[in-house]
């Protein structure tokens, strides 16, 4: 039996969330001291001008062509939902055009970012398989509205951090590494199900049944 995920698409979900924290890790380092991870978001490091500006502007690349290697080749879930998924890579790519101020805001890396934390945010309930009764628990209706219900309030209280300086910093790395866990989460299960569909026994063949006579019997 054929894999539902191919390879691929599983080496791109592994990756995504070790290049996003090995490079937000060692940009901190180049950032030096005066940088607070806690209170100043990870845009700083990704910042024109910055030390890690070189290093981040390359994760981003390589973490948004992972989703949408990903969307590729995630076949058991649902149209919308890979392409939702296919788009928040697209916006993560994006950010490498518009990249944040050392200081201050930007409109369009705000915009491209909230673009992008709203299609990683809704692709796990779009991708669920509604219609699908053996479908893998990543995409099973239930446990894909928990992953964007999680998703989507983290992305609010980030917006919330920002407003109020509650260690926005911190939020947005949990934030991020939630919607790069979970792609590979959902690629894991759809090859779990498959190997457990793999060593589930045959069912019992169904003995031959023979013509009957009238009243179901038989014929001598």
Known sequence: MRRPVPWWALLSAGCAPVVLVTAWGVAEVLQGDGYDPARKTISVLASYGAPGYWLMTAAL??????????ACGLFPAALAGRAALAGG?????GLTLAPAPP????????AVATIGFVLLAAWPVL???RHEPHAPWGLR???AAWATAVMAAG???FLLSLLRG???GAVERALTFAQ????LLVVLSCDRDTVRVRRSPPAPPTPPQGPRGRGGRRPM
């Open 61 to 70: 690349l390589v973490l948004g062509a992972c989703y949408v290697t990903i």
């Open 89 to 93: 890579g697209v916006a993560a790519m």
């Open 103 to 110: 200081r201050g805001g930007d409109l369009g890396h705000g």
């Open 127 to 129: 991708a669920a398989e």
């Open 141 to 143: 209706p239930h446990v």
């Open 155 to 157: 992305a609010v209280f």
């Open 166 to 168: 509650w260690a926005p």
């Open 180 to 183: 790069a866990l979970w792609p």
